[in-house]
């Protein structure tokens, strides 16, 4: 079909342009083996498990892998109501301001973190409550929604109408039609968004500094180690974990949006 | 399903069932959450922020001053300030149009050339950086750019170093190291948000109808000449969709300059610091309101440009 091939200057430039997206993340893998723990520099002059053991045997580490997991579990939930709700709502009705409500689902991260930070930090302040997990989990489920809505309403687009009609004329009642006609065609969409809303809220920073009280999650962690390194090996090897923990969702949800490309009814 | 249809109904799933049959109302039950938390919760909180920008901070006792004022704004037009302002802009500028060039390459080779499993390699392999940690991104280039690290080792290895101590010894640009300069910024702001530039480009490329380039051979254009009047112009709404990411995402960042780079503050770390140890809510609000009026300047070319229909 196509009579023309790639230039060797585009082919050098494309590989070299993925090799750039790609080889800061294996020098992470590669320093969190090093023996040397003062510095920075390269080559290691040895190579080690030692740290992976230490990085173990530390509670705060573990408090703040538990601690994100927990928030990313809770936010990716609300999310996924929110975001599934709102994707149902738009995805065929045509009403007055339904651009904008597309919008304000995508303000959130179209706007700069700390936008939306110092927002929440102070409405959390006007309404009396208190920094804490609560509102951590409030201001990630606040970016997350649109993450889901984006999967979600895309599969609403495709599935037909009509099968929600025929379930009803069919005897079905709304939870009924719902758990058997609407949630088979768009659970694997539900599935993928849901994925990434965990790994974008795992992986979060801007928004917690501001919405967090004394709790830490991993990525405040982490950021506290960059800021003020104070154990470089073991940071090395936490940064391996949340690389290893965000890879296997986003693989995940790719494979799941690639398999559910054939929705019921989507061939009108 | 028979057993199940013939379930008796409660009263919940009747009010369901009468609430399903009339849209207006349908819709307005489906929306009411996502509503009631994003355009009362967030955007209530977003005005209350921007509203605070009228408001001062007494200097004297460090409490803010609930009336309405435009000197916050006047302190805004500080020339330090704006030399933030000046310093941030600049440096998302030239971060979008250095993503611009190194995503095209990418995106036409995906676009064009690849197919089957080769499509999806590339998609995964730009997906998988835009996706994983923004820190440990930004750490990597840290080990990465550090004036031990392996920057330096290799540029000493090829010979290079005395090359990289004198880009290092220029003015604007140089430092005492790449991870303490405006050149390291730059290269992380790159490489945090290239994947954001390549996806809407390549989008775009991909709907560039084939035989329009074929078309163009045959009239006897050469590749070069087909490639700025054919592909380009048609590629760019892509490019300014792209473009709307890295601009806005570099403008509002506060760790990467923190960790990568001079003493030198960008727009960010400023409403951080306004907010945080100086505790004058009213100019970090008002810090908040500069990204947010040069987005919706850009976002208006934007859609003019039909990015939008790029997105």
């Known amino acids: 079909m196509r009579s023309d091939e790639p230039s060797l200057l585009l082919k050098l430039s494309a590989i070299g342009g993925l090799i750039f997206l790609h080889w800061p993340l294996a020098i992470i893998v590669v320093y969190a083996f090093t023996t040397e723990d003062k510095s920075y520099q390269f080559p290691p002059p040895g190579l080690t498990l030692h740290w992976f053991s230490v990085a173990w045997a530390r509670p705060d580490i573990w408090a703040a892998l538990t601690l994100s997991f927990n928030v990313a579990l809770v936010a990716t939930g609300l999310a996924l109501i929110l975001g599934t709700l709102a994707a149902a709502a738009l995805s065929r009705a045509q009403f007055w301001g339904r651009d904008n409500v597309s919008l304000l689902l995508i303000l959130p991260i179209a706007l700069p973190g700390i936008i939306t930070g110092i927002a929440l930090r102070s409405a959390f302040n006007l309404m009396d409550l208190p920094y804490s997990v609560f509102t951590i989990v409030l201001g990630h489920a606040t970016f997350c929604i649109v993450v889901v809505y984006n999967n979600a309403v895309a599969r609403f687009r495709r599935l037909s109408p009509s099968l929600v009609e025929a379930s009803f004329d069919l005897g079905a009642d709304a939870f009924q039609t719902f758990r058997y006609v609407v949630l088979p065609n768009i659970g694997t969409a539900l599935l993928a968004g849901g994925m990434l809303a965990f790994a974008l809220s795992f992986d979060e920073v801007i928004v917690t500094t501001f919405t967090a009280g004394q709790q830490t999650t991993l990525p405040i962690w982490m950021l506290n180690e960059l800021v003020r390194p104070r154990e470089r090996p073991v940071t090395n090897v936490v940064a391996v974990l949340v690389m290893a923990v965000t890879f296997f969702p986003i693989l995940a949800a790719y494979w799941l949006t690639r398999e559910g490309e054939h929705v019921a009814g989507g061939a009108r | ?311």
């Not at chain 2, 509503?35 to 921007?50: D, E, N, Q």
């Not at chain 2, 998609?123 to 930004?138: A, C, D, G, R, T």
């Not at chain 2, 074929?214 to 792209?242: K, M, N, W, Y």
């Open chain 2, 1 to 311: 399903m028979s057993d199940l249809a013939l379930r008796r109904r409660g009263p919940l799933s009747s009010l369901l069932d009468a609430v399903y049959r009339r849209p207006r109302l349908f819709l307005a039950v489906l929306l009411a959450a996502p509503l009631l938390w994003l355009g009362v919760i967030y955007l209530g909180s977003l005005f209350a922020l921007l509203a605070q920008s009228f408001f001062s901070l007494d200097d004297f006792s460090g409490v803010i001053v609930r009336e309405f004022t435009l000197s916050t704004w006047v302190q805004l037009m500080a020339p330090a300030n704006l030399d933030v302002i000046v310093r941030t802009v600049s440096m998302s500028a030239l971060v979008t149009v250095a993503d611009a060039i190194m995503a095209f390459p990418i995106a036409y080779y995906a676009a064009r050339y690849a197919r089957g499993p080769m499509k999806a390699a590339f998609y995964l392999l730009v997906m998988m950086p835009l996706w994983s940690s923004y820190l440990v991104k930004v750490y990597a280039w840290k080990l990465i750019l550090a004036r031990e690290g392996i920057d330096t080792w290799v540029l000493d290895k090829i010979g290079l170093k005395p090359l990289l101590d004198w880009y290092l010894s220029l003015p604007v640009i140089g430092g005492p190291s790449l991870s303490a300069s405006y050149t390291g910024t730059f290269i992380v702001f790159c490489y945090v948000w290239l994947p954001y530039m390549i996806l809407p480009v390549q989008a775009a490329l991909e709907r560039v109808p084939g035989n329009l380039i074929e078309a163009s051979a045959d009239l006897g254009a050469s590749q070069g000449a087909t490639f700025r009047h054919v592909i380009l112009p048609l590629a760019f709404p892509g490019v300014v969709a792209g473009s709307i990411f890295t601009f806005s995402l570099t403008l509002g960042d506060y760790i990467i300059p923190q960790i990568v780079g001079g003493s030198q503050y960008y727009l960010g770390q400023a409403v951080y610091a306004q907010q945080g140890t100086a505790g004058n809510i009213p100019l970090a609000a008002a810090f908040s309101v500069v990204p947010i009026l040069i987005m919706g300047v850009y976002l208006t070319f934007a859609r003019k440009l039909g990015a939008f229909d790029a997105l």
